[in-house]
């Protein structure tokens, strides 16, 4: 099984509001990862967690904060967004020590974000 | 850290024509390089991959090259088909940032 499982598909928001999108994986992973991804361009990394604690940081604003509660859940908290903020929102996750020196990231189908 | 360029940004083919799309990267240490395809509204799925210590990896109708001394990869695909139609993305897996570094993406048209 490669499936990585992300919840909800799509999300509409206001700039006030607070959601949380919710990713989950059940392929013994210990590398997960938050990308956000616009039109036609290549997922941008946000976070990764190694080992259910935070190792990236790609200077993400505040107003993201993602969570590993365990090594088969990722959170990303939303507060306050902004409409630029609208994308389509990637999980993925891999092995951290992989055969042969592979990093394969399988990616979830994302969550589209619209920030009204 | 690494860059990776990716060309051409969009490529029209035939069906039937092979396509080619290459990526420069910047770091000697990147050791791990997959190619991405992501048609309109799915997620990227892997395709191939190739490491390093390779040269050359084909999987059917697609394949991947290696020059690691010029720092550039080529992705192959023979015999398109309409469904080959998608973005495709290269990237090379920075080892010490411990993350994949990924080219602008290359939008792929095969016209029957």
């Known amino acids: 099984d490669t499936e990585v499982t992300q919840t909800p598909k799509h999300l509409v928001m206001g700039m006030t509001n607070k959601k949380s999108l919710k990713c989950e994986q059940h392929?013994?992973?210990?590398?997960m990862y938050w990308y956000k991804q616009k039109a036609k361009k290549p997922p941008e990394l946000m976070f990764v967690y190694s080992y259910e604690k935070l190792s990236i940081n790609e200077s993400v604003p505040s107003r993201f904060s993602p969570e590993c509660p365990n090594s088969s859940l990722l959170n990303l908290h939303l507060h306050a967004l902004q409409p630029e903020d609208s994308a389509l929102y990637l999980c993925?996750?891999?092995?951290?020590?992989?055969?042969?020196?592979?990093?394969?990231?399988?990616f979830g189908a994302g969550t589209r974000l619209s920030v009204l | 850290g690494e860059n990776v360029e990716q060309h051409p940004s969009t490529l029209s083919v035939q069906e039937g024509d092979s396509a080619v799309i290459k990526c420069t990267y910047s770091d000697s240490a990147s050791n791990y390089f997959p190619w991405y395809k992501q048609e309109l509204g799915k997620r990227p799925q892997l395709i191939i991959d190739?490491?390093?210590?390779?040269g050359e990896k084909k999987d059917q109708r697609i394949a991947v090259t290696l020059n690691k001394t010029a720092k550039h990869f080529s992705l192959h695909i023979t015999e398109t088909q309409p469904e080959d139609s998608a973005v495709y993305f290269c990237a090379a897996f920075e080892e010490y940032g411990n993350k994949l570094v990924f080219g602008a993406g290359t939008i792929l048209r095969v016209k029957s």
């Open positions: 993925a996750s891999s092995q951290l020590l992989s055969p042969w020196g592979k990093n394969i990231q399988y």
């Open positions: 190739i490491r390093s210590n390779v």
């Open positions: 392929m013994g992973h210990r590398a």
